[in-house]
DNA sequence: AAGACAGCCAACCGCAGATCC
DNA sequence: GGGATCTGCGGTTGGCTGTCT
């Protein structure tokens, strides 16, 4: 792992880019490509290194960058993808089409942190700034004690009396699969989180898809990202996703904007009109399920999260198979699973955020509308990450941790809005 | 008007994984 | 198999610009 060659190079310019230069490297690309960068500059006529050629184009000259500045939709996606991904700028980037990785970093460390602390919201950790204090002080006091707790937890599958002792609710979706650790805040003293940690523990092998939704603006799009993650394609070609939504909500795919399914391939949906949202179900069927069940992730909101109409918020969660690798297969094991991949196939979701003001997830296996006509609480709603702070003093838990034990999978999410 | 300061952003640096030979 | 090279990434820097005093 030598140092680039050009590194050792003399005589090479350095700083601002001048108009002819970028000219003569713009017109080199546009004729013969990049190829390899390191001869680019010689095949140019630049007196540059091939990294700073690759850099000027990548960041300033690619014909496909959106100049200008950030929306406020782009600003709040960053917000929660940064929540998911941490400094993981050109991932970011990805998902933000004719942004590099390099302005969105900008745009982070010169903005966004400002504007997040300025509400009281730690942009590291996307906590309340209060929360991350009283945590490291605990963190500090109970350390030891805490990191016995964690490794016991995190090593096998999740410890529904230990959830319960920590005043969570054990509800228990079928299938094994785990949701909603419930907690009074209030009664509890505890401030609301700004971001939920979800977790779903699924023993079904024919669970395996991941989904995570995105509600980060009102009157805007939200992002869906579903990814087979089955390292042998366990959920086959067949895959389908079933919604079942309120009248006013129409799923669609990309590709044939059917509802209620996407074709084999194709795992990337859209979700439109999808107004005063309440309830839906997306239930995903493995074609060679080994138990032919079915599987489904089930969305509710219609609780009093944000009484600002304006407020956005955010939920992103995931659903999985806890068996694929604990099998002994070993072929399946979610190591594999990269949030980089797993994040490639978005799809949208037009909403009017006013009657959003609360989510509630739910994971069955069955295939129903979970709206039970009782408006979910806040303080229901406020618990996911509380209950993961308390659940693992881990909290300054990297995004690869997050998702590298087989059988516990979280993902943060962001509530609120920038304006 | 001018100096200080802050914010922004383009570009550089160093590291590490991937690929080549 | 191992060193050399290429590529990409994240952190950091430095200069430009606007605002404040």
Redo the contacts with the bound molecule.
């Keep these: ?5 050009c ?1 050792y190079k003399q005589k090479l ?5 001048s108009p002819e230069e970028d000219e003569k490297l713009m017109k080199h690309i546009t004729k013969f490509g990049h ?4 001869s680019v500059p010689k095949l140019a006529g630049l007196q540059r290194c ?3 050629c ?3 184009w990548i ?2 000259l690619r014909p496909d960058l959106k100049r200008g500045t950030f929306s406020q939709d782009e600003e709040n996606l960053i917000i929660e993808l940064h929540a998911v991904l941490g ?5 970011i980037a990805a998902r933000l089409p004719g942004r590099t ?3 969105i ?3 982070w ?3 966004i942190k ?1 504007k997040l602390r300025q509400r009281g919201i730690d942009p590291n950790t996307h906590k309340p700034l209060s929360e991350v204090e009283s945590e490291e002080k605990a963190s500090a006091n109970s350390n030891n004690k805490n990191n016995d707790k964690v490794s016991e937890s995190s090593n096998n599958e999740f410890n529904f009396v230990e959830a319960h002792e920590n005043g969570f609710s054990t509800e228990k979706g079928i299938n094994n699969m785990e949701r909603y650790p419930l907690i009074d805040h209030q009664a509890n003293n505890i401030a609301p989180p700004t971001h939920e940690f979800f977790t779903a523990n699924c023993k079904s092998p024919d669970l395996s898809s991941y989904l995570s939704f995105h509600n980060y603006s009102p009157n805007t799009n939200i992002l869906f990202n579903t990814k087979n993650s089955s390292a042998d394609n366990m959920v086959s070609d067949h895959h389908q996703f079933n919604c079942s939504t309120l009248p006013n909500a129409t799923f669609s795919t990309m590709s044939s904007n059917s509802i209620l399914s996407t074709s084999p391939l194709a795992r990337t949906f859209n979700i439109n009109k999808f107004q005063n949202w309440e309830a839906c179900t997306i239930s995903s069927n493995g074609s060679n399920n080994s138990n032919g069940s079915s599987n489904s992730i089930e969305l509710q909101s219609n609780c009093s999260f944000f009484d600002n109409s304006n407020a956005a918020a955010a939920a992103a969660f995931t659903w999985g198979s806890a068996s694929a690798a604990a099998d002994g297969s070993g072929k399946q094991e979610r190591e594999e699973i990269k949030w980089s991949e797993y994040m490639q196939t978005p799809f949208s979701l037009g909403v009017n955020n006013n009657t959003i003001q609360n989510h509630h997830h739910e994971i069955s296996p069955h295939h129903q509308d979970l709206y039970d006509g009782e408006t979910k609480s806040e303080t229901q709603f406020m618990t996911h990450g509380t209950w993961l702070q308390n659940q693992t003093p881990q909290t300054s838990l990297q995004t690869a941790d997050l998702y590298s034990n087989n059988n516990f999978q979280r993902l943060p999410a962001v509530f609120g809005q920038f304006s």
């Design positions: 792992m030598g140092r680039h060659s590194c310019r350095k700083g601002l880019w190829g390899c960068w390191s091939g990294k700073s690759r850099l000027r960041n300033y400094n993981k700028w050109s991932q990785d390099n302005e970093k900008n745009l460390n010169s903005s400002k």
